[in-house]
């Protein structure tokens, strides 16, 4: 098990433009979390999977931000129409999901957005 | 989630030992201490979690108070390596559905050689 990955690792874009993210989980990992951290900021919560259900999403998602989980599996995070105010580094975590106990989260190394 | 203070930022010689305070005077009865630390250009790390008593593994040991307002995060003996940002957290261990991190800034802790 190779731990939490994500592509890329760095995206610059143009404002107005599309962009799409993707997180690849721990295997058999049934929650599946988005973090949006700014510079100099801790991590904020956006949004969590539990396998492909998407069941909570934080005021920080607007309507141009989706994310998707079809599968159960890996999950991607697009943002349409880039605004500056997205620049920020894009972290996505796993954990087993199991009822009880639940203490750890693993992370990926993150995708860093710049919009020009 | 209640919230945590931390100072900002600290500085401990390699080899020493590194205390990191975390103060969280509205913890509840139910709530966990959560540490994690960030290592630059790298996601979050789970380092520890405590709920009153003291706990120890093989990264670092958390002392909590007796009233829990309060905790340390040891690292006993400081390498350049551990130079990151530690995140303070707490929240319920087992919450039944989301169980988001909310992050504070953290402290930054430099190691000098």
């Known amino acids: 098990d190779t731990g939490v990955s994500q592509n890329p690792r760095h995206k610059i874009t143009k404002r107005g433009q599309n962009v799409t993210f993707r997180c690849d989980p721990i295997?058999?990992?049934?929650?599946l979390y988005w973090y949006r951290q700014t510079l100099g900021q801790g991590p904020e919560f956006l949004t969590y999977?539990?396998?492909?259900?998407?069941?909570?999403k934080s005021r920080l998602l607007s309507d141009r931000f989706s994310a998707e989980r079809p599968k159960g599996s890996f999950s991607t995070l697009e943002i349409q129409r880039t605004e500056q105010g997205d620049s920020a580094m894009y972290l996505c975590?796993?954990?087993?999901?199991?009822?009880?106990?639940?203490?750890?989260?693993?992370f990926g190394p993150g995708t860093r957005l710049t919009v020009t | 989630d209640a919230k945590t203070t931390q100072p900002t930022s600290m500085d401990c010689a390699e080899g020493r030992a590194a205390n990191l305070p975390c103060n969280h005077s509205?913890?509840?009865?139910?709530?966990?201490v959560y540490w994690y630390r960030q290592i630059h250009s790298q996601g979050p790390q789970y380092i520890i979690h405590?709920?009153?008593n003291n706990e120890t593994n093989e990264m670092a040991s958390l002392i909590i108070t007796e009233d829990r307002k309060s905790s340390t995060l040891i690292l006993p003996h400081a390498t350049l390596r551990d130079t990151a940002v530690y995140y303070c957290?707490?929240?319920?261990?087992?919450?039944?559905?989301?169980?988001?991190?909310?992050f504070g800034k953290g402290i930054t802790l430099s190691v000098r050689p």
């Open positions: 509205t913890i509840s009865g139910n709530e966990y």
């Open positions: 999977f539990q396998n492909e259900a998407q069941l909570e």
């Open positions: 295997s058999e990992h049934n929650r």
């Open positions: 975590a796993s954990t087993p999901g199991l009822a009880g106990e639940e203490y750890e989260q693993y």
């Open positions: 957290i707490v929240r319920p261990h087992y919450t039944g559905a989301n169980s988001k991190l909310t």
């Open positions: 405590g709920l009153k």
